[in-house]
């Protein structure tokens, strides 16, 4: 794995949420994987065996899914997300922190209002027991937690990043 763009964090706190965004980015990786094993099978079971498949391809759309939004701390403690940085490179530090934490901010916002809608989202499909309209019939609040479990995770990870950002220990 390579490193991250940014120094490594001081403090336990911040060690911690970096931890656990590079678990997030592992569990995604896994998640990709497994689905690609399973649309192997899927395969196997469609044109070898000559067989229906019921639940394959229902379960490699979750994982996808889930994959992108579990992924999405790692990502950002990679600095992996696209950007655009022509004017950050011209910027004198002080104005590229300015614009770094302008920038983690609004991102802050608008992650936060995902994930508030998305855990929305999760408790009613619990609340109500909503069910696929497949005949596998999966509980929809298990994909649907990927939502607000994966922005909420990315929200920290960019918490951590506006910290390094306002003390000093990254750059913008």
């Known amino acids: 794995m390579s490193e991250p763009a940014t120094p490594r964090a001081e403090g336990p706190l911040l060690?911690?949420?970096g931890v656990l965004s590079t678990v997030c980015g592992v569990t995604a990786a896994l998640m990709i994987?497994?689905?690609v094993l399973i649309t192997c099978q899927m395969?196997?079971?469609r044109f070898v065996m000559n067989a229906s498949t019921i639940w394959q391809t229902e379960m490699v759309v979750y994982l996808m899914i889930a994959a992108t939004m579990?992924?999405?701390p790692y990502v950002q403690r990679l600095r992996g997300?696209?950007?655009?940085d022509l004017l950050p490179m011209v910027l004198p530090p002080p104005l590229r922190r300015l614009l770094a934490?302008?920038?983690l901010v609004l991102t802050i916002a608008v992650?936060?209002?995902i994930a508030f809608y998305g855990f929305e989202l999760f408790h009613i499909a619990f609340e109500r027991n909503w069910k696929s309209d497949t005949v596998w019939g999966v509980s929809l609040w298990i994909p649907y937690l990927a939502i607000p479990l994966g922005f909420g995770l990315f929200v920290l990870q960019l918490a951590a990043d506006l910290f390094a950002v306002a003390t000093g220990k990254a750059d913008g």
């Open 101 to 103: 934490s302008f920038t």
């Open 43 to 45: 395969i196997w079971m």
């Open 33 to 35: 994987f497994v689905s």
């Open 70 to 72: 579990i992924g999405l």
């Open 111 to 113: 992650a936060g209002i």
């Open 81 to 84: 997300h696209v950007n655009v």
């Open 15 to 17: 060690k911690a949420i």
